[in-house]
């Protein structure tokens, strides 16, 4: 039986002793909100996962959702319909925005606090409510006032769902290539014709009505991307009364068959194939692409969750199996062929892997819940009018969203596989959840623009918007701590090599700088990828030392109310086998300890590899496909 491992004890570090959630309250925009019944809806949201959510998750991986070619229609595994019924009466649809509308207006951080649990636990259902809530905010943002009544209170409830249509065969990646057709009815609506491909939840009978966001092109409007607009499509149109009226020409073809997230539709939608189906513009005509970018940044932030929540998940399952699993004696008796069988955590290398799956996960949760955080810095510096600190949190977020994306799902990758690696055979085994979030991760470095795509959004806009602003924001972030902590009594040395890091960062900075000038673009677009991946792990690393600066005072007050001085071995050895507590701090040091010894030294080499100006892979002469 596949079980879901619930860390409260992390998420409640970061939201209370490393962000400090409370201080978010202080300001008019969440005055409303007691930290208590924040962090009650984050518990809460914990328990649903626990138990309602992770037991399909297991059961849906092999029931598969099924398409029905005889009507069209779409059934969920069981017990899916129930669950995102009871998830909306539990107010986590759209909880991160307007009361007005049926949201609960809770702050991004605890969205994503939440989130880190819904799609830890089952990432197949997590992807219904992410694309319904986006969906429903794209309406909330762009809509006329006529289409929020219509829409957002109906979505935000639970009674339809959402989507996001952007692809099409030859429109991937391309996403300007979209063929799809809006013709003025002449009525203030337009009829639509086009295929879209690979649409999560594009059908299914969770809900009675099921809402697209639509790209389409007007008639007329020059190719590219900046003649795509923006359309609410409705598998059945609304009828005045909040009810569902006639079909509207939105027909299922087909799911496809895939590695994971098995219960997750992944459907051919056909748009107008009898010549009815009707949209209704969204924002402006031809700045489709420029609104879409709302849901996608959303949705992109929410995948690098994906990764991050999957990766402690995996961590967590790893970690208790490892704690069971009995094999060899202990290293300092290896030769002693009586000598009792160990569990496996004792061994070294399984050590190293369990640390390695803590660091990681544990550095881009905090990393995750930041940019969160940043999220909404920004919206109340906003509201208060001070635009400088606006410009500062909201020039956090899109520079990060990136590397949150593309970071978060290869390295939430990258962990679950050492988790699956840690458990041995039984780790292959559908028995255990491992394989099944390795399966399930897979995804989240493709789709909402590939990682590919991420690294060349951060080398080609991200570092160089208002003249590299936002990138000095990040520079000074790690300035002001390293500045505050290189004499650390403890942490000192950790600080040095994230110094270190830092410069190696720098240099790529300066390198991508001037290749930019003289016109050395091929050096920037073949380094994107190794460049973002040194980001993240700088960026990881900083969080994981920020924490461990913390963890060290609460350690040190633990030691001080107990009269314990924290240099003698014998004593904390002690502590720590019997204070849960300082347990939780001790793993904290060394987790950033670790990371700090054993990745970011890589940084300085990874940095020049970036600046060797290596251009084989485009010198490569390969053979004609044959
Ligand atoms: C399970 C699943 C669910 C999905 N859900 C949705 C959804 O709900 N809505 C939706 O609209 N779409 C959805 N997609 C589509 C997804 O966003 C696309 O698959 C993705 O954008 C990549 O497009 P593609 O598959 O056509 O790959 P391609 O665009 O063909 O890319 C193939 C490879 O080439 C690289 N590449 C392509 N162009 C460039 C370039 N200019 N520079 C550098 N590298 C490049 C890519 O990084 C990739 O490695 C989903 C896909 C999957 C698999």
Same mark, same amino acid.
């Given at each position: 039986?596949?079980?879901?491992?619930?860390?409260?004890?992390?998420?409640?570090?970061?939201?209370?002793?490393?962000?400090?959630?409370?201080?978010?309250?202080?300001?008019?925009?969440?005055?409303?909100?007691?930290?208590?019944?924040?962090?009650?809806?984050?518990?809460?949201?914990?328990?649903?996962?626990?138990?309602?959510?992770?037991?399909?998750?297991?059961?849906?991986?092999?029931?598969?959702?099924?398409?029905?070619?005889?009507?069209?229609?779409?059934?969920?595994?069981?017990?899916?319909?129930?669950?995102?019924?009871?998830?909306?009466?539990?107010?986590?649809?759209?909880?991160?925005?307007?009361?007005?509308?049926?949201?609960?207006?809770?702050?991004?951080?605890?969205?994503?606090?939440?989130?880190?649990?819904?799609?830890?636990?089952?990432?197949?259902?997590?992807?219904?409510?992410?694309?319904?809530?986006?969906?429903?905010?794209?309406?909330?943002?762009?809509?006329?006032?006529?289409?929020?009544?219509?829409?957002?209170?109906?979505?935000?409830?639970?009674?339809?769902?959402?989507?996001?249509?952007?692809?099409?065969?030859?429109?991937?990646?391309?996403?300007?290539?979209?063929?799809?057709?809006?013709?003025?009815?002449?009525?203030?609506?337009?009829?639509?014709?086009?295929?879209?491909?690979?649409?999560?939840?594009?059908?299914?009978?969770?809900?009675?009505?099921?809402?697209?966001?639509?790209?389409?092109?007007?008639?007329?409007?020059?190719?590219?991307?900046?003649?795509?607009?923006?359309?609410?499509?409705?598998?059945?149109?609304?009828?005045?009364?909040?009810?569902?009226?006639?079909?509207?020409?939105?027909?299922?073809?087909?799911?496809?068959?895939?590695?994971?997230?098995?219960?997750?539709?992944?459907?051919?939608?056909?748009?107008?194939?009898?010549?009815?189906?009707?949209?209704?513009?969204?924002?402006?005509?031809?700045?489709?692409?420029?609104?879409?970018?709302?849901?996608?940044?959303?949705?992109?932030?929410?995948?690098?969750?994906?990764?991050?929540?999957?990766?402690?998940?995996?961590?967590?399952?790893?970690?208790?199996?490892?704690?069971?699993?009995?094999?060899?004696?202990?290293?300092?008796?290896?030769?002693?062929?009586?000598?009792?069988?160990?569990?496996?955590?004792?061994?070294?290398?399984?050590?190293?892997?369990?640390?390695?799956?803590?660091?990681?996960?544990?550095?881009?949760?905090?990393?995750?819940? !930041?940019?969160?955080?940043?999220?909404?810095? %920004? @919206?109340? &510096?906003? *509201?208060?009018?001070?635009?400088? /600190?606006?410009?500062? =949190?909201?020039?956090?977020?899109?520079?990060?969203?990136?590397?949150?994306?593309?970071?978060?799902?290869?390295?939430?990758?990258?962990?679950?596989?050492?988790?699956?690696?840690?458990?041995?055979?039984?780790?292959?085994?559908?028995?255990?959840?491992?394989?099944?979030?390795?399966?399930?991760?897979?995804?989240?470095?493709?789709?909402?623009?590939?990682?590919?795509?991420?690294?060349?959004?951060?080398?080609?806009?991200?570092?160089?918007?208002?003249?590299?602003?936002?990138?000095?924001?990040?520079?000074?972030?790690?300035?002001?701590?390293?500045?505050?902590?290189?004499? !650390?009594?403890?942490?000192?040395?950790?600080? %040095? @090599?994230? &110094?270190? *890091?830092?410069?190696?960062?720098? /240099?790529?900075?300066? =390198?991508?700088?001037?290749?930019?000038?003289?016109?050395?673009?091929?050096?920037?677009?073949?380094?994107?990828?190794?460049?973002?991946?040194?980001?993240?792990?700088?960026?990881?690393?900083?969080?994981?030392?920020?924490?461990?600066?913390?963890?060290?005072?609460?350690?040190?007050?633990?030691?001080?109310?107990?009269?314990?001085?924290?240099?003698?071995?014998?004593?904390?050895?002690?502590?720590?086998?019997?204070?849960?507590?300082?347990?939780?701090?001790?793993?904290?040091?060394?987790?950033?300890?670790?990371?700090?010894?054993?990745?970011?030294?890589?940084?300085?080499?990874?940095?020049?590899?970036?600046?060797?100006?290596?251009?084989? &892979?485009?010198?490569?002469?390969?053979?004609?496909?044959?």
């Amino acid at each position: 039986m596949a079980d879901f491992y619930v860390d409260l004890r992390d998420m409640l570090f970061v939201l209370n002793e490393q962000i400090g959630l409370d201080a978010l309250l202080k300001s008019d925009v969440y005055s409303d909100w007691e930290i208590d019944d924040l962090l009650a809806i984050v518990e809460q949201a914990a328990k649903f996962s626990k138990e309602v959510l992770s037991p399909i998750a297991e059961t849906g991986d092999k029931e598969h959702c099924q398409y029905h070619p005889e009507d069209g229609s779409v059934t969920m595994p069981a017990g899916y319909k129930e669950a995102y019924q009871q998830f909306a009466e539990l107010g986590f649809l759209g909880m991160g925005y307007s009361p007005e509308y049926g949201g609960m207006g809770v702050p991004q951080t605890v969205v994503m606090a939440c989130g880190d649990w819904f799609v830890g636990a089952n990432t197949s259902f997590d992807l219904s409510t992410m694309l319904t809530t986006e969906a429903a905010h794209l309406v909330e943002t762009f809509g006329t006032e006529e289409l929020k009544n219509t829409y957002l209170e109906n979505m935000y409830t639970g009674k339809w769902a959402g989507t996001m249509c952007l692809t099409e065969p030859q429109a991937g990646t391309d996403v300007g290539a979209v063929k799809t057709n809006a013709i003025p009815n002449g009525d203030g609506s337009y009829r639509i014709e086009g295929q879209k491909i690979f649409i999560t939840y594009g059908d299914h009978d969770m809900t009675e009505n099921i809402i697209h966001a639509v790209l389409a092109r007007v008639e007329g409007d020059p190719p590219g991307t900046k003649g795509i607009s923006l359309f609410v499509v409705p598998k059945y149109l609304p009828n005045p009364d909040g009810s569902i009226g006639e079909f509207n020409d939105v027909k299922c073809a087909g799911l496809e068959n895939k590695m994971g997230i098995h219960a997750s539709p992944t459907a051919t939608i056909v748009l107008g194939e009898d010549g009815h189906c009707k949209g209704w513009l969204l924002g402006e005509q031809s700045k489709g692409m420029r609104e879409m970018f709302q849901m996608m940044n959303a949705a992109r932030r929410a995948v690098g969750l994906q990764g991050e929540a999957a990766a402690n998940a995996a961590y967590q399952a790893a970690l208790a199996y490892a704690k069971e699993r009995l094999q060899s004696p202990h290293y300092t008796k290896m030769k002693d062929k009586t000598a009792p069988k160990v569990a496996i955590i004792e061994h070294p290398d399984v050590r190293r892997l369990l640390m390695l799956q803590k660091a990681y996960s544990e550095g881009m949760r905090s990393f995750l819940l !930041h940019v969160g955080y940043f999220a909404d810095r %920004a @919206r109340i &510096a906003h *509201a208060a009018g001070n635009e400088e /600190e606006f410009d500062k =949190y909201n020039g956090l977020v899109e520079i990060m969203t990136p590397v949150a994306k593309a970071y978060g799902s290869d390295m939430g990758f990258r962990v679950t596989e050492w988790a699956v690696q840690t458990m041995g055979g039984y780790g292959y085994m559908a028995e255990y959840p491992v394989e099944r979030y390795l399966r399930d991760v897979k995804i989240g470095s493709i789709y909402e623009g590939t990682n590919g795509v991420q690294a060349l959004d951060l080398v080609g806009r991200k570092i160089t918007a208002k003249t590299g602003a936002n990138l000095m924001t990040v520079m000074a972030m790690l300035n002001e701590f390293i500045a505050a902590h290189k004499d !650390h009594p403890l942490l000192g040395s950790a600080v %040095a @090599r994230l &110094a270190a *890091a830092r410069d190696a960062l720098n /240099e790529v900075n300066m =390198y991508f700088f001037t290749s930019g000038q003289s016109g050395e673009f091929l050096a920037v677009l073949l380094n994107a990828t190794p460049y973002l991946e040194l980001f993240g792990d700088v960026l990881t690393g900083y969080y994981l030392l920020d924490q461990a600066v913390i963890a060290h005072e609460k350690l040190e007050g633990i030691c001080q109310a107990k009269g314990i001085d924290s240099s003698r071995k014998r004593k904390m050895r002690k502590l720590l086998a019997d204070d849960r507590d300082a347990r939780f701090y001790d793993g904290k040091l060394k987790a950033a300890v670790f990371f700090s010894n054993s990745i970011l030294p890589l940084a300085p080499g990874k940095a020049d590899a970036i600046r060797s100006g290596d251009k084989s &892979a485009m010198d490569w002469v390969y053979d004609p496909v044959e």
